[in-house]
């Protein structure tokens, strides 16, 4: 396509969309004032916007469709990064020196001077998403289920840890394990039937069955005390020491790096076994899979229920974290955001994951003038990753086995 | 005579009012290599869908004997239960795992000749590594017979098109099958390819000792290398017998050719 | 006895909407295998553009019929073009994709679009102006029904009627269904299938934007949520009927109208969107193929 071609589109497609945004954009009604109110600056935002993204647009379809066959022979484009991040996870000498200035940095974070209650707990916030994106990407990532209604289990987790307190004493050591547990037996219930289905209905019972959890929450005011939900939940202990806010903070802070350290440890390890190959066999092709002798059912359902598992925990240091629960803290959007998070950093892929959920959730909260727009961005990442790059930021690396045979064979060869 | 090992008796498959298969018997006997023939649309494939559990059939029996094993019946069952039982399969289509190297792709097949769960995943305690272990030593093994071995940890949708094949050969492999039912292996592939495939089926029958029940349409291949071919027309079975047998029956004649001869390349 | 008719009457006219909704769903998966999670918002954002237009026209003085015409034709227009739109950026570059691709894609269109409506308008709730007119004829028939209700069901069974008439009859009609049953059938016998698609999210977005303005002056508020919930239900109604069915589509809603409404009559009113989801977890589990949809056979 020529030049002024490409204007010419490009321009067409501005004008488009300032017919389209229009109403919503220019035009505000103040129903109780009676009077309008024309933001025609929007318009003209609209437009240059409009002109000038078609063009990134277009330049990045067209690289897509070159590139179709990239992944066989690396463009030469991209062979300067794509290598270097793929060495720099594979490689222990490289990943070596920066696993360890990054837990260097973990440790000392909440010591240093600018680390204040407030921004530990943000940080703790984002550790809290790499846990409940780790658990998803097991189910999405890994076993290909889309699952929209994770903030289910994550309920579960945060509100069997309050009634348990509330109604037995229970403390958060004991809830910990319990509240997973549940979850988990709650995604064996539900996932059951739900299993047998096709993908893209899997997807909406999930969130059908997320939405009525909420609104039993809301509604059985007896069970769950309705939409003011239970407060005074006590924050983890620790052998019965007193702490005071910013001492209980840095607590909590550490045990989230604990449990997240789990997290990896144990989605790592799963990933790479025998019940890992098959959930990503499962996502690949699941009538080739069930013929290799893998039986889905199964296989769907421990990643569901370790899925669960893993929101159950997270719920549960929710409740502790933030020593109250209500059903407005899980709604759909929460799904939608870890959701986000995983298909941004990367379907399969831990470290994708943690990039993914430190971006999304650390960069509204720094960039304020941001957090307006936050869900108006998961949106939109979900949209543009899905097109440009389904794969992720990371790209979820398979396991390298070494024969020595290999070895010579290759040795010879050359 | 021998036990066969696959035995299917009167097996009939409708789709709404079409009936896809008709009444369909077959056998298979321990050592045997069988090819199963018909013009595009008999219902070959359907066949071999219905008897590995992917469609469950209308009507009809299907029974296997495993090598030293009693008779059992798998019609009805689920697909990865006949699987288990002894029977693997590859596609027409490739259905490899795409996003997985060569060697997980043959490890998969492994899966349900072993055992370890989660809390084996997650603890890897002696026996789920010896487990381990032995999963990736049996499954290069495999690859090296199909002389794959040299691309062990190359992502499968990078192979080329004939190592794909056989690289779905191997996964089938990996299950430990008693009889390997092969969908159109040679599709696609020059006389050069097929004479390699050729020779690596009959490898797999003698030194595997796996009995080998095929869908092609290569008659170069089906002539050469069948102990018994079956001719699937229209959903029904209409001849069955040796290679000469076969090209001298004048029904399969009219049934691929019309009227016309027949100038089938015998070998 | 008087009370089952008002739950009856009020089931059908709850049908009647989900109905209009569903059936984008199902031209829509029937002719993509799609899930447009988007819909629901098309139909949110025919319900404001009506808001918008009328309130515009009745500050400037404007009332009645005049009003209602020219606000649901904008509103048309509108979801028309938003409908259009989501499917060209959204959708069509993920047509050769993996089939979870242009799930999320759509999810994700469906929170952008909901976050746009909500931050360029407000997040509150706005009072939809009443621009269904009164029909006084009704009494004097002795008929118990609202006219806002009457004229929802009215509209609703016109709609239908042409939209069948449209894909019986018309040569774009039999593109559609061409399409829906093979699409590469389809292009190879020249129909040209993008422009076909774009048709079927047109028409849905058309339909949808109508319930949307019948609803809104029906209820009389609306926020920028309204699609979500309206949308998951009229999913529900499509799933029930069978996705893909057109008449299935109907049967589902009315069937999910009249749930509701005997539920929430009857039962309680606290759990009024339970029930259309455990409907609706019910018939996956036990007919996925839903009442009038055929069960596919997976081709392998």
Known sequence: MNAFAQIRQSLIIALWFMFITFPVLVVRVNTIEKVVEWRWLNMIYVGIGSFLISFVWRYFLERKAQGGKEDTHPAPATATEKPFMQRLMAEPRLYRPFLIVLSLFGLAFPFLPFASTYQINIVTNALLYIMLGLGLNIVVGLAGLLHLGYVAFYAVGAYSYALLYYHFGIGFWVALPIGALFAAIFGIILGFPVLRLRGDYLAIVTLGFAEITRLVLENWNGFSFGPSGIAGIPRPGLFGMEMDLHQGTIYIYFLMIALCLFTIFVVNRLQNSRI?????????????????????TTAK????????????????????????VNPASFTFLESAMILSIVVLGGMGSIVGVIIGAFILILLPEYLRAFSEYRMLLFGMIMVVMMIFRPQ????????IYEFKKVAAKEGNRQ | MMEPLLDVKELTMDFGGLRALDKVSLQVLPG?????????????????????????????NVFVTPPGKKQRRISGMKTHRVTAQGMA????????????????????????????????????????????????????????????????NELAKNLPYGAQRRLEIARAMATTPFLLLLDEPAAGMNPRETDVLEELIRRICTEENIAVLMIEHDMRIVMSISSRIYVLDYGKMIASGTAPEILANPVVIKAYLGEEDVDVPAS | MDYFFELFLGGLTRGSIYA????????????????????????????FTALIVSSVLAFAGMSGPSVL????????????????????????PLRQAPRLSPLISAIGMSIFLQNYVMLAQTSDFLPFPSLLPELPFLESYGLKIGSSEFIILVTTAVSMVLLMLLIKFTKMGKAMRATAQDRNMA????????????????????????????????????????????????????????????????????????????????VSSDYEDVFAFVLLVLILIIRPSGLLGRSTVQKV
């Not at chain 1, 890992?276 to 889905?296: F, H, K, Q, S």
């Not at chain 3, 993509?32 to 319900?47: C, D, P, Q, S, V």
């Open chain 3, 69 to 92: 015409f020219l606000a649901a034709s904008v509103a048309i227009i509108y979801s028309a073009a938003y409908g259009f739109t989501v499917e060209k950026i959204a959708y069509k």
């Open chain 2, 32 to 60: 045997e290599i069988v090819a199963l023939i018909g013009p595009n649309g008999a219902g070959k494939t359907t066949f071999f869908n219905c008897i590995t559990g992917i469609y469950k059939p209308t009507g009809g």
């Open chain 1, 276 to 296: 890992g190959r098959a959930w990503v066999a499962l996502r690949e092709d699941e009538v080739a899979c069930e013929a290799m002798g893998v039986d889905p």
């Open chain 1, 301 to 324: 359902l421990t990643a569901f229920a370790l899925g669960s598992t893993w929101a159950g925990l997270a719920g549960v240091v929710f409740a502790a974290k933030t020593t109250f």
């Open chain 1, 392 to 399: 992720g930021i990371i790209v979820g690396i398979r396991q």
């Open chain 3, 20 to 47: 209009l909704i569903a059936l984008g769903y199902t031209m829509v998966y029937g002719i993509i295998e799609l899930i447009n999670f988007a819909h629901g918002e098309i139909y949110m954002i025919g319900a």
């Open chain 2, 89 to 152: 399969r590859t596609f027409q289509n490739i259905r490899l795992f795409p996003e997985m190297t060569v060697l997980e792709n043959v490890m998969i097949g492994r899966h349900c000749r072993s055992r370890a769960g989660v809390l084996g995943a997650i603890f890897r305690d002696r026996a789920t590594r010896r487990e381990e272990k032995d999963i990736v030593d049996k499954s290069y093994a495999i690859l090296e017979k199909m002389g794959l071995a040299g691309e062990v």
């Open chain 3, 187 to 266: 292009m190879l016998v020249g129909v040209d299938v993008n422009r076909t698609i774009s048709y079927t999210f047109i028409i849905g977005s058309i339909l949808a934007a109508i319930g949307g303005v019948l609803i809104a002056s029906h209820i009389g508020r609306i926020n920028f949520y309204i699609g979500f919930i309206a949308g998951i239900k009229a999913f529900t109604a499509a799933v029930l009927g069978g996705i893909g069915s057109i008449p299935g589509a109907v049967l589902g809603a009315f069937i999910l109208g009249w749930t509701e409404s005997f539920a929430t009559g009857y």
